[in-house]
């Protein structure tokens, strides 16, 4: 090993020396800046997907079929922004915004900047003022809706060199990248489309914008329509599967279950019930259901028993303590980590 390398304990001047001549925000591994802070949606099933919530500081790309729940996500999403009284904005490619469905979902619609773009160009270089001002939550509703400025604004011949070589592609990555170099602190969901590829050899599915954009995200969130929910025959909502199909928090592929129902209510209980008997917050033998409360103070622990899965619903419904506890097994689960 040549004797004239730098010794751990000269990490400190070079970091200094480095950060003055370059300009570059420079840390310790450790520094109490580097740790990651979350979004959690309050919905425990997606929490513990998610391991803890969507990331700030960090650009989650959620994907899916047409009428899968994107959307319906990044509404939990400004629910529980608004809860913590955080900005939010939400860029509204596709038109779907409505202040009545929103209020729907518990949104305070007034407290929404919503941006209308023309053309792509226009939803990046809005998007990026936000972030340099520091919003909260940024929701871009859809990539695949942003349409570079060639697209509406050029020549025919234009038009068409444009799409030869890609111009949405190069939006997109480039739109992304510089969300990724320039936030310092904001959530972002950029939603997308799964579609299918021409020709029939490997995977069908393609996203507009091409593979880039994969490779930027901290989080891919893929989210289909498992089934209806019905009350004698007529549908009244519907099952949402969510599965993370890439995490830089936690191990990838981890999934959980929404029941939606179209007036806007989550049933969160059996999610619930199902991540935590997934997890082991709730253990089952036989008929019966064990719940291990631990006071977070004491740590004594006090084992709630229910006969069939009627009580233990009924228990969860009744009960915010113990709903509160079976939450607090699930995060001490193995898996829950960062």
Not at 131 to 137: K, N, P, S
């Amino acid at each position: 090993m040549p004797d004239d390398l730098l010794s751990m304990d000269d990490l400190e001047a070079l970091r200094r020396d480095v950060e003055k001549a370059t300009g570059t925000r420079i840390y310790f591994g450790s520094d109490d800046r580097l740790r990651l802070e979350k979004l959690p949606l309050d919905i425990p099933a997606v929490d513990h997907a998610l391991a803890g919530g969507f990331g700030f500081d960090r650009v989650t790309l959620i994907i899916g079929e047409f009428s899968a729940g994107k959307t319906l996500l990044a509404m939990f999403a400004i629910r529980a922004a608004q809860r913590r009284d955080l900005s939010v904005a939400y860029v509204d490619g596709e038109k779907t915004w409505t202040p009545e469905w929103a209020s729907q979902l518990g949104i305070d619609p007034s407290k929404v900047i919503v941006v209308r773009p023309r053309t792509g160009e226009d939803a990046f270089n809005a998007a990026l003022a936000l972030v340099r001002r520091r919003i909260g939550l940024l929701v871009i509703d859809s990539l695949a809706s942003l349409r570079p400025r060639v697209e509406t604004e050029g020549s025919e011949s234009e038009v068409f060199n444009a799409v030869q070589v890609g111009a949405h592609a190069r939006l997109i990555n480039r739109g992304i990248q510089d969300l990724e170099s320039e936030n310092s602190g904001t959530c972002i969901l950029a939603i997308n489309q799964l579609r299918s590829g021409i020709g029939g050899y490997g995977n069908p599915e393609t996203l507009p914008g091409g593979k880039g954009q994969g490779f930027y995200a901290w989080q891919i969130v893929r989210v289909r329509r498992a089934r209806f929910i019905e009350d004698d025959g007529r549908r009244i909502g519907y099952v949402l599967r969510i599965r993370v199909e890439k995490s830089k928090q936690s191990e990838p592929f981890r999934e959980a279950e929404v029941h939606y129902r179209f007036t806007g209510e989550i049933d969160e209980i059996v999610g619930l019930i199902e991540t935590a008997l997934e997890t082991g917050a709730i253990r089952r033998d036989g008929v019966n259901y064990y719940i291990d409360d631990v006071d977070p103070e004491t740590g004594e622990v006090r084992t709630h028993r229910f006969w069939g899965r009627p009580r233990l619903t009924e228990a969860l419904k009744s009960s915010q303590e113990l709903r509160e506890a079976v939450s607090r097994a699930m995060q001490r689960a193995p898996d829950m980590t960062v």
